[in-house]
T-cell receptor, first 112, second 112 residues
Framework: EPEVTQTPSHQVTQMGQEVILRCVPISNHLYFYWYRQILGQKVEFLVSFYNNEISEKSEIFDDQFSVERPDGSNFTLKIRSTKLEDSAMYFC??????????FGPGTRLTVT | GNSVTQMEGPVTLSEEAFLTINCTYTATGYPSLFWYVQYPGEGLQLLLKATKADDKGSNKGFEATYRKETTSFHLEKGSVQVSDSAVYFCALSEAAGNKLTFGGGTRVLVKP
């Protein structure tokens, strides 16, 4: 069964550094998303991406964040200058035109 | 804006007990409703969904009915197993391709 994959599974970085989180969505999906879950808190929407552009973004998704689909398979989330409060589990998801979003296993980002 | 409220956990049960997790929502339109499950150390998996009022979603012995009059989507299972121990998230989406709005999650622990 096709699945969403994410790399790395765990990323440790120092405050102020740039990080890139990578995702490979399911191949015939059209919509792509990033969510994050700070430890012990709700899963929060960050951004959705469709037809090679951002379709919606949350208040969390400020100028420090960017997304890209550099080729036909990868979908990346970049944080330009990480802060301590960016420490969280980041989930990528993808969906077809239907309602179901399929999530990857997540990347745990630790900012020290 | 949209919101989802679900009962706080943890919920601790014995094997073969009946499980109910309450979920209510606030939305401006007619959302689709979902339950996601997160097993320890894993990502979010879609458990079941309902896209219109009075629909019943079901999977793996779990059921939930979309109740528009009470804006609820309670999750039930008649006889839980130890393997059902996980965190369960109720979520909604306003339309296909739109972001998911999650509840806070309910941790369920099933003891043998």
């Amino acid at each position: 069964e096709p699945e969403v994959t994410q790399t790395p599974s765990h990323q440790v970085t120092q405050m102020g550094q740039e990080v890139i989180l990578r995702c490979v969505p399911i191949s015939n999906h059209l919509y792509f998303y990033w969510y994050r879950q700070i430890l012990g808190q709700k899963v929060e929407f960050l951004v959705s991406f469709y037809n090679n552009e951002i379709s919606e973004k949350s208040e969390i998704f400020d100028d420090q964040f960017s997304v890209e689909r550099p080729d036909g398979s990868n979908f990346t989330l970049k944080i330009r200058s990480t802060k301590l409060e960016d420490s969280a589990m980041y989930f990528c998801a993808s969906s077809r035109i239907l309602y179901e979003q399929y999530f990857g296993p997540g990347t745990r980002l630790t900012v020290t | 804006g949209n919101s989802v409220t679900q009962m706080e956990g943890p919920v601790t049960l014995s094997e073969e007990a009946f499980l109910t997790i309450n979920c209510t929502y606030t939305a401006t339109g007619y959302p689709s409703l979902f339950w996601y499950v997160q097993y320890p150390g894993e990502g979010l998996q879609l458990l079941l969904k309902a896209t219109k009022a009075d629909d019943k979603g079901s999977n793996k012995g779990f059921e939930a009915t979309y109740r528009k009059e009470t804006t609820s989507f309670h999750l039930e299972k008649g006889s839980v197993q130890v393997s059902d121990s996980a965190v369960y998230f109720c979520a909604l989406s306003e339309a296909a391709g739109n972001k998911l709005t999650f509840g806070g999650g309910t941790r369920v622990l099933v003891k043998p």
